[in-house]
């Protein structure tokens, strides 16, 4: 409860301490914002080896000693003070800022709700200089090696109410190292190392960010990421950026520098997760390290007291350089840059290159070598009558079909003149009714039917939404259902969102819906098992946003609908054309759930296993 208003109070103006103690409620939120400041410093300072000794999870104590430049005894108290600082002076300096930190505000503020200790030397100096944050004119000399310490204790001893918000001692103190972690990812030059209470819990040499982010982001990434480096103009984007197959449930490997800051920008991070969209199904998060740099003069850095967010002088030209730069590496994706694709056996010419795109990717069929035509047509009839082929026991059925076409009596087709046009090779069999195993030049292809197929109805409704072409095919008898009332009224509020993704979906009653048409794409699918799904998406994302930003998610669910299911037994035309329909379509090789739709085994990764040629 406020106090009632009692007429005009007096205003005063506030005590320096008091001053620092507000600004530090907006900086020093926590021991981590401590961490992040006091690096910054030392990094500002040309620190090339850092140690951070943490006790309590940094509320006890953070210290952090650097060898970088030091600071002269005569502005060490002015280094406490508020808003006094050695890298900018002007305006135009702050507009072309290079230095992590500028506002003069951080030591004061730690100063002001910590036990703070300052001890330094500069090159030249003969020996150290310590000053105390409460007392700061009057120094003493110290020992110390060229460098500075600065020891912070007792986070927020005076004032209690923000320390009440501290959280135990693990959690704070993971709070700090994930704040390293982030520095240490932008600076691989820098040797940093780690204590909690006591113990060395972290230790980072000094090597490039590749190593750096393997260290940091741990074996998943490194084994499964594309390294990335483009240009425009003043814009350059380097880093790595995960496969959607290192995806996590979490968005905790997301790393993103603007001029060697750590930022969580909304248009960066939305440009990034734009980019694997059509790869990355909603509910994953992709991994990625990237470092944009540009002049300082394009980005304002003075926006948010932590500096965490940026604004770009034009947000567009930056989010569509993010966008297509990350698009583009995504798009050259294949087993060859997960490193997956061995050295192709002797005597066979190279596999695709591992950087430039795949040689099949966005190439139209060829309809020329054998029968490519007849394959697709055989193909389109496969999901246009068979799709709700019972599940049960088809592989089990050993029929006499089955089992000619698990052991084919011809050899596949023209294999060894054409696996240029037919990087995926030709069918050999069906393994368990889940995968399709094909011969290409350099071995064995192993191929995920279903992941394949829903990757290659995805992209077919997309490219129908593009051009706004989803044909509709009408139900000869509605199928009715009985709904909830939440279903019902999104049916009836969508209907037209509903219309442009091809479904003619309309309430009966107040609990029975009729679906009367869906997508032609779709029409051999469960009506009703679709139509719950298509409604609980539109309800979930929104009408506008199903077709817009979060029309993937929807494709998605659309594409798994329909997509051939396991144990669905293929005939060897069948699966010919499935495989020449995953070399003509964009990123065929992840599902739109981030897992491999095909594996390759080279025929040397079969010798190994037989110990042949050892
Ligand atoms: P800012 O970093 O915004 O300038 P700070 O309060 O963080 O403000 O630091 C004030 C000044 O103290 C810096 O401008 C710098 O000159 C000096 N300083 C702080 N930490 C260090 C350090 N580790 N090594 C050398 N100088 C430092
Ligand atoms: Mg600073």
Redesign the pocket.
């Given at each position: 409860m406020s106090t009632p208003f009692s007429g005009p109070r007096v205003i005063r103006q506030l005590p320096d301490q008091l001053i620092s103690q507000i600004a530090a409620g907006e900086v020093i939120e926590r021991p981590s914002a401590v961490v992040k400041?006091?690096l910054?410093?030392?990094l500002?300072?040309g620190?090339t080896q850092l140690t951070i000794r943490l006790e309590a999870g940094g509320v006890k104590r953070i210290a952090i000693t650097?060898n970088?430049?030091?600071?002269p005894p005569e502005?060490m108290p002015l280094?406490l003070a508020r808003h006094?600082?050695?890298?900018i002076a002007s305006l135009h300096d702050l507009e072309n800022v290079t230095?992590?930190?500028?506002?003069?505000?951080?030591?004061?503020s730690i100063a002001s709700v910590a036990q703070l200790t300052v001890t330094?030397r500069t090159a030249d100096a003969a020996h150290a200089w310590q000053v105390a944050g409460h007392d700061p004119q009057s120094g003493s000399p110290a020992s110390g090696a060229q460098?500075?310490l600065?020891d912070v204790q007792d986070l927020y001893f005076n004032t209690p109410a923000r320390r009440k918000f501290l959280k135990s001692d693990q959690t704070e103190y993971g709070h700090c190292v994930e704040v390293v972690r982030r520095i240490a990812l932008a600076r691989p030059d820098v040797r940093f190392t780690v204590t909690h209470n006591g113990k060395t819990t972290e230790h980072w040499q000094e090597s490039g960010l590749e190593q750096r982010s393997a260290q940091i982001l741990g074996d998943e990434f490194a084994s499964a990421r594309l390294s990335l480096e483009e240009f425009a103009g003043p814009l350059r984007l380097q880093g790595f950026v995960g496969l959607p197959t290192a995806a996590r449930m979490r968005a905790d490997s997301q790393y993103f520098y603007v001029n060697g800051r750590f930022v969580r920008d909304k248009l960066l991070t939305h440009a990034v997760r734009a980019a694997y969209q059509d790869v990355l199904h909603g509910d994953r998060f992709p991994s990625y390290v990237l470092q944009l740099d540009l002049d300082p003069a394009l980005v304002d850095v003075n926006v948010h007291p932590s500096k965490i967010e940026v604004r770009f002088r034009d947000s567009r030209a930056v989010h569509q350089f993010v966008f297509h730069a990350v698009s583009r590496a995504l798009a050259r994706t294949s087993a060859t840059a997960q490193g997956e694709v061995p050295a192709p056996a002797a005597g066979l010419s190279a596999a695709p290159s591992a950087s430039g795109p795949l040689p099949w990717v966005n190439q139209p069929m060829r309809q020329a070598s054998f029968g490519v035509a007849q394959e697709r047509a055989t193909y389109g009839a496969m999901f246009a009558d068979t799709l709700r082929a019972d599940t049960s026991g088809v592989s089990q059925s050993g029929s006499a079909g089955s089992l000619q076409s698990l052991f084919p009596s011809q050899p596949a087709p023209a294999q060894a003149t054409d696996d240029d046009a037919f990087p995926l090779g030709f069918a050999l069999a069906q393994l368990h009714g889940i995968y399709v195993l094909a011969q290409n030049r350099t071995g064995l292809v192993l191929v995920d039917m279903h992941a394949a197929h829903e990757r290659i109805l995805y992209e077919q409704f997309k490219q129908a939404l593009e051009e706004d072409a989803v044909q509709l095919q009408q139900l000869l008898i509605p199928v009715t259902f009985h709904a909830d009332p939440v279903e019902v009224g999104t049916a009836e509020e969508n209907a037209g969102t509903l219309a442009a993704l091809g479904f003619d979906i309309a309430a009966m009653s107040p609990t029975t819906l009729a679906v009367r048409a869906i997508p032609a794409l779709l029409k051999n699918s469960d009506a009703q098992a679709l139509a719950r799904d298509i409604l609980r998406d539109v309800r979930e994302f929104g009408g506008s946003r199903i077709l817009g930003a979060r029309r993937n998610e929807l494709l998605g669910t659309l594409a798994c609908h329909t997509a051939v299911r396991a144990n669905r037994q293929l005939t060897l035309p069948e699966m010919n054309a499935l495989l020449r329909q995953m070399e003509a379509t964009e990123r065929s090789d992840q599902c739109n759930h981030g897992r491999p739709t095909w594996v390759q085994l080279a025929l040397n990764d079969l010798d190994k296993l037989f110990l042949r040629g050892q």
């Open positions: 400041e006091l910054e410093n030392a500002d300072a620190a650097d970088g430049c030091g600071i502005q280094a006094a600082t050695s890298k230095t992590l930190g500028f506002r003069g505000e951080a030591l004061a330094s460098g500075t600065i």
